[in-house]
């Protein structure tokens, strides 16, 4: 079946607008997942879903930084008056279950960056 | 705070040669240890490790877990170019992974 799917793939934006990042999830897959990667840096979670339950939004850098989700589909992270030190590729991934022993499924990515 | 160390930072060897790759972890509630293969955005999936001392095989990659010494390893034997690629592992506590910060590496021909 298709993978993890996001939109767009690239986006620059003028520092203190907002953007908006989507993520499709695979079909089936009830726990959803965003990261960011800084360039030349690891991979930063930022918030994690689980079917109906509350988000875990412990990675979440600032009160710019929401997501939602609908359901076990579709997520959007949404990020306000964004600054340059956001520019990052964005990262949502789904697994079939948020317990371990079920692997994370990444989709393509984001490319942001804020000028 | 969880935390997960790769060594080396980045590697350079030639075709042929055997590479093996560090990662340690400090995780409170550890679950398991994942490694993952980042070429351009989307880290691919490579391996999950719950349990100490069996290794886990695919192909020229194999790693292995040590629970008592909180690290595993990955294996690449007769490196090609195409394994060129920042390779990461994670560690999965609950419901989040934290990755490490990934090593570099570079198959020259």
């Known amino acids: 079946g298709a993978g993890v799917s996001q939109s767009p793939s690239n986006k620059v934006t003028e520092k203190g607008k907002d953007v908006e990042l989507r993520c499709d999830p695979i079909?089936?897959?009830?726990?959803l997942y965003w990261y960011r990667q800084r360039l030349g840096q690891g991979l930063e979670f930022l918030i994690y879903?689980?079917?109906?339950?509350?988000?875990?939004k412990s990675g979440l850098p600032s009160d710019r930084f929401s997501a939602e989700r609908t359901g076990e589909s579709v997520s959007t992270l949404t990020i306000q008056r964004t600054q340059q030190e956001d520019s990052a590729v964005y990262l949502c991934?789904?697994?079939?279950?948020?317990?371990?022993?079920?692997?994370?499924?990444f989709g393509p990515g984001t490319r942001l960056t804020v000028t | 705070e969880d935390k997960v160390v790769q060594s080396p930072l980045s590697l350079v060897v030639h075709e042929g040669d055997t590479v093996t790759l560090n990662c340690s972890y400090e995780?409170?509630?550890?679950?398991?240890l994942l490694w993952y293969k980042q070429e351009k955005k989307a880290p691919t999936f490579l391996f999950m490790l719950?349990?100490?001392?069996i290794e886990k095989k695919s192909g020229r990659l194999s790693s292995i877990l040590d629970k008592k010494e909180l690290f595993s390893i990955l294996n690449i034997t007769a490196t090609q170019t195409g394994d060129s690629a920042v390779y990461l592992c994670?560690?999965?506590?609950?419901?989040?992974?934290?990755f490490g910060g990934g090593t570099r590496l570079m198959v020259k021909p």
């Open positions: 879903f689980q079917g109906n339950s509350a988000p875990d």
């Open positions: 991934a789904s697994s079939f279950r948020g317990i371990s022993g079920y692997e994370q499924y």
């Open positions: 995780v409170t509630n550890f679950r398991s």
């Open positions: 079909s089936g897959h009830t726990a």
């Open positions: 719950t349990s100490s001392g």
């Open positions: 994670a560690s999965n506590a609950g419901n989040m992974l934290t």
